[in-house]
Nanobody, 123 residues
Framework: QAQVVESGGGLVQAGGSLTLSCAAPGLIFSNYAVGWFRQAPEKEREFVAAISASGSRTDYVDSVKGRFTISRDNAKNTAHLQMNSLKPEDTAVYFC????????????????WGRGTQVTVTS
């Protein structure tokens, strides 16, 4: 199965910014919706943001609206999550996932997952 690869995680102070990237070499990227999920220690994985296969629709969890922006470049087979005004509660492992559905906000609709990238926000 084609691999999904995240990059761009790191350590940042509260109020700072990070951009996560997602790539899926070997896939026709434009056939898939892209979602970002995160999992903090001792918590369940939660939906963060999603963008439709065409890029025309985006969805966000309420806690990141106005701070995070999801985007995609189908020509480059990549997607990004721009995270601004980061808070300590954003600390988690962030996962990129691909869905064969046109748009998806639940994990069950995603069938290709990356291994995750750590984002740590210090106060």
């Amino acid at each position: 199965q084609a691999q999904v690869v995240e990059s761009g995680g790191g350590l940042v102070q509260a109020g700072g910014s990070l951009t996560l990237s997602c790539a899926a070499p070997g896939l026709i990227f434009s056939n898939y919706a892209v979602g970002w999920f995160r999992q903090a220690p001792e918590k369940e994985r939660e939906f963060v943001a999603a963008i439709s296969a065409s890029g025309s629709r985006t969805d966000y969890v309420d806690s990141v609206k106005g701070r995070f922006t999801i985007s995609r470049d189908n020509a480059k087979n990549t997607a990004h999550l721009q995270m601004n005004s980061l808070k300590p509660e954003d600390t988690a492992v962030y996962f990129c996932a691909l869905s064969p559905f046109a748009q998806a906000t639940v994990a069950l609709r995603y069938d290709r997952w990356g291994r995750g990238t750590q984002v740590t926000v210090t106060s």
